[in-house]
Structures are given as C-alpha cells and as structure tokens.
C-alpha cells in the first residue's frame, strides 16, 4: 500500500470564489456608470477593472492559502497524520490500530458535493483528535483506513 493523500476540496472555498467573480463583474458593470467621471478628472478608464481584479485575488490567495495548510495522509506504517501549516508545520499522528472513532459527519450540501468531515478518535482521549474537514468522498477515505485497521490487526493463532 502506498502512502494516501487528502487535502480539503476545493469546494470548501466556494465562497472565496464567488466574492472573486463579484468583484471582478461588479467593477465591470461599474465601469459603465463611473469611467466617464473618472475620465474628466484624468483617471484612465483601466483603472477600476484592474482594482476589482487585484480586489478579488485576496480571497482566492486566502482559499489557496488555507487549502495548502492541510494535508490528510494514511501512511502504509499503520498511522494516520494531519499535517497543518505553510512555513511552520504542525503534525497530529495516531495509530490505526488505536482507532476507536472513525465517524462520517456531512451536512445536506455537502453530500450534494460528494465533500465532507472524517472524525478520529482513540480510546486515550474523550475527544476527537483528527478531524479531516471538507474531503471529498470521506466514506471511501472511513473504508480505506478500516482497510489498513483490517489488515494490521494481529491474527490470533
């Protein structure tokens, strides 16, 4: 088994794209009711599409940003990691075998969109320890560690 790799769905970020997309057409449709004032006071008519473009990279560089924070992976070791952070990383890694939780939590959109949450947890904590948020296909991603859980569990002989 190769190592498997997760990062939130670009689904999740939906909004940051919408605030884009108005942005980028609100300053069009601006251009019309503004350009010729701005013009009579020497501001080139280019000038407000390229802030409503500069405007809208904001969100998207946020939602790039936050997407490449996280990363969910299933190594072939038998562990489970959530690795967090651009320059300072971060690492949450538990063992398959310790598995007492593996819980699927998606709202009505979310499974419109195939998306949602993956929850760990081990009997040594009362609380969830891994939370993968906004995966796509999290039940495949339940099954493939229930798989490794499977095929790491001592055989009694």
Request: hydrophobic share 50%; net charge neutral; charged share 25%.
């Amino acid at each position: 088994m190769t190592e498997l790799v997760w990062r939130p769905s670009w689904l999740n970020y939906w909004k940051a794209f919408f605030v884009a997309i108005v942005l980028i057409v609100g300053t069009l449709v601006a251009m019309g009711f503004v350009s010729e004032p701005l013009e009579k006071i020497g501001v080139p008519a280019w000038v407000l599409p390229l802030a409503g473009f500069v405007l809208a990279l904001f969100p998207l560089g946020r939602a790039v940003i936050d997407r490449m924070r996280w990363k969910y992976v299933v190594k072939p070791d038998g562990h489970v990691a959530v690795r967090y952070g651009i320059i300072a990383k971060e690492t949450d890694e538990i063992r398959v075998q310790d598995i007492r939780l593996l819980g699927v939590d998606q709202g009505i959109i979310q499974r419109i969109f195939g998306l949602g949450n993956v929850d760990i947890a081990t009997a040594g904590h009362s609380e969830v320890e891994i939370h993968m948020k906004g995966i796509r296909n999290p039940e495949e991603v339940k099954e493939e560690i229930r798989k490794l859980q499977a095929a790491l569990k001592p055989t009694n002989e």
